[in-house]
């Protein structure tokens, strides 16, 4: 997925899934819901001017477990 897109898109997606993890997945006070994920999904959806890409971007990570998706990990791929 780091492949997909530019740097400035890539740091964006990161910085997304670091705000998950830090306000909803490790987040002890935190009541996980549906919403928890609505906000990053919208957000996502959002990341580039092209629905193609945001479209391609979001089918990659529905196929990922988040835990995995670890901004070090992801820069060093890309």
Same mark, same amino acid.
């Given at each position: 997925?780091a #492949?997909?897109v530019?740097g400035?898109?890539f740091?964006? @997606? %990161?910085k997304h @899934?670091s /705000? @998950?993890? /830090?306000? %909803?997945l $490790?987040?002890?006070?935190?009541?996980l819901t549906? /919403?928890?994920f *609505? &906000?990053?999904l919208? =957000?996502v #959806?959002?990341l580039?001017h092209? !629905?193609?890409?945001? $479209? %391609? &971007? *979001?089918? =990659? &990570? !529905? !196929? %990922?477990? *988040?835990?995995?998706?670890? !901004? #070090?990990?992801?820069?060093?791929?890309?």
């Amino acid at each position: 997925m780091a #492949k997909t897109v530019d740097g400035k898109t890539f740091t964006l @997606l %990161v910085k997304h @899934l670091s /705000d @998950l993890r /830090d306000e %909803v997945l $490790d987040n002890p006070n935190h009541k996980l819901t549906p /919403d928890s994920f *609505l &906000i990053f999904l919208d =957000k996502v #959806k959002n990341l580039t001017h092209s !629905a193609q890409l945001n $479209d %391609v &971007i *979001l089918r =990659k &990570i !529905a !196929a %990922v477990n *988040l835990d995995e998706l670890k !901004a #070090k990990r992801m820069l060093n791929i890309y």
